[in-house]
């Protein structure tokens, strides 16, 4: 089976010198859901952004489905940018027309579709968050919970092989972050989630990545990952005080 | 489109105003002021007829004189500046209660009066009726070139987001005991100025980025629904037709 995402050997350096990437392979099958773990400043935006080609050029191949990431062809990232679905960390970055329907319409119209076709994809994409009642709404007036729920909803809404989310818990409070657990984890897609937030990892992704300096230096189970303190402590990777995940992952299998 | 999204000087309702497209609305209301304003000052009737004419509007439109009273003191300042020209003015002076008036300048004065408060009526009738969406769907169908309704679509909606941060900064700094009291204890606020200047420009690049993960080419998609009917743009031309044959007759006469 074509993996959803396939990069080898990527490289990036910042104009200013600074190196973001050194070499960085990672290949997700379809519908697999892994984090992408990390300090601060080991690349992770940097490889985000090399997805869907808004950065390239340092080296290396990215493939979405088969498809490479080439940002000279421009019907290519078109294509590419359909199936790689970004939900940035702050949603009101993410949402900028005056109604979330608007919103949500955005990316489906940049992809040419129009009229009733374009209002079913918007239903279908603010019903699978939980938001269609709110469709007519400013997302000014939501909750914070609420809009990050509805940045999803703007790329579920261009079906794509490959949903990648920002920090998706940060800023919620434990209601909305359950709710959202919740709703990622019933979504037939393929899920890459960059976060900080170790025990959501565990409780939402099965297998883990950790990127420190530009490298993968860890991919494997996650509970295996969180187990071992010495590789989290030699990444600054820290869990919440009194966290086991041994015993969340058991009690994770037991629940389900 | 658009519920849930008021401005304060829109007014909820459903009337056949409310229900009209947007674009033909902006029209009438773009040429009744042209009308308006190429007026000569001393067709007093015309005045009168161009006002009835809007308290018809307003009728069918159900809002009420109060309402646009109120709305209408954003004018005030230009008023106050009219009541300077009769004293203010050259030429030919008549004496009333003891003022020594310039005749010139009293007509100068009601032209601005007469002029500002019919055009501010206008627009505000406009806004009543018309959610700010519509009015910049109603630009877009006017072929208003798009740089300019994109720029009205982010400000209408980022002028909320850049408002709270104003705000958040604001209340930060007082909680550190800010107290700005004398002018010399400006430069903090100056600092916040350009704090959150800087915040906006790096806000615009990470939603250029965001929009461009979504194939962004350039256009925003077109609003949906459909264009003003020709029994729409009829309905709507008997305004500014009306006070075209207003402005004709007196000036005619």
Redesign the interface.
């Known amino acids: 089976m074509t993996p959803s995402l396939q990069v080898k050997g990527l490289h990036y350096s910042y104009p200013d010198g600074n190196v973001a990437l050194h070499g960085v392979d990672l290949t997700i099958a379809p519908g697999e859901r892994v984090a992408l773990l990390g300090p601060n400043g080991a690349g992770k935006t940097t490889l985000v ?1 090399h997805l ?1 080609g ?1 950065l390239s050029g340092g080296g290396g191949e990215v493939r979405v489905g088969g498809l490479p990431v080439d940002p000279a062809d421009r019907a290519g990232i ?1 294509e590419i ?2 199936r ?1 679905g ?1 939900v ?1 960390q ?1 949603p ?8 979330v329907a ?1 919103d949500v ?3 489906p ?3 040419g579709l ?2 009733a076709e ?2 079913a994809r918007v239903e279908e994409a603010l019903t699978a968050v939980g938001m269609l009642e709110y469709r ?6 939501l909750s914070f919970g609420q809009r990050r729920r509805v940045a999803v909803a ?2 579920l809404a ?1 079906r794509p092989e490959i949903l990648v989310l920002d920090e998706p818990s940060s800023n919620l409070d434990p209601a909305s972050r359950r709710e959202l657990s919740e709703i990622l984890r019933g979504l037939p897609v393929t899920v890459l989630m960059v976060t900080h937030d170790l025990p959501y990892a565990l409780e939402l992704c099965a297998r883990s990545v950790i990127l420190d300096q530009g490298r993968v230096v860890a991919d494997g189970p996650t509970v295996d990952l969180l187990a071992d303190a010495d590789l989290l402590s030699r990444h600054r990777l820290e869990l919440p005080y009194g966290f086991d995940p041994t015993l969340a992952a058991a009690q994770l299998a037991g629940g389900r | 489109m658009g519920a849930g999204h008021a401005h304060p000087l829109y007014l909820d309702g459903a009337s056949a105003v409310h229900r009209m497209a947007p674009e033909v609305k902006v029209a009438a209301t773009v040429l009744f002021t042209i009308i308006v304003v190429i007026t000569p000052r001393e067709e007093f009737a015309a005045f009168g007829g161009y006002a009835a004419l809007l308290a018809a509007v307003a009728a069918l439109a159900r809002v009420r004189p109060l309402w646009l009273a109120k709305r209408a003191t954003i004018e005030l300042p230009f008023v106050l500046l009219a009541l300077v020209l009769p004293f203010a003015g050259h030429g030919e002076r008549i004496t009333w209660l003891g003022m020594s008036l310039s005749v010139d300048g009293l007509y100068g004065a009601w032209n601005i009066f007469a002029k500002g408060t019919l055009g501010v009526l206008a627009s505000l009738l406009l806004a009543a009726t018309t959610t700010t969406r519509d009015l910049i769907h109603g630009l877009d169908r006017l072929r208003c070139p798009q740089v300019l309704t994109q720029i009205a679509t982010f400000m209408l909606r980022y002028l909320d987001v850049l408002t709270g941060e104003a705000r958040r900064m604001r209340i930060a700094r007082l909680s550190r005991g800010y107290d700005p009291r004398f002018l010399w204890q400006v430069k903090a606020f100056a600092v916040g100025v350009g704090a959150l200047f800087l915040r906006a420009f790096e806000r615009g690049e990470r939603v250029y980025l965001a929009m461009v993960s979504r194939g962004y080419t350039g256009r925003l998609p077109s609003p949906e629904g459909s264009a003003a009917t020709t029994a729409q743009w009829a309905a709507a031309a008997v305004v500014p037709v009306a006070a075209g044959v207003i402005a004709v007759a007196a000036v005619l006469q």
């Open positions: 952004l869907n808004i078109a940018r359909r790689v970004i940035f702050d009101d970055d993410q949402l900028f027309m005056p109604t608007e319409g955005f990316g119209a940049n992809l129009r009229g374009l209002q007519d709404r400013t997302p000014h007036h703007t790329v261009m």
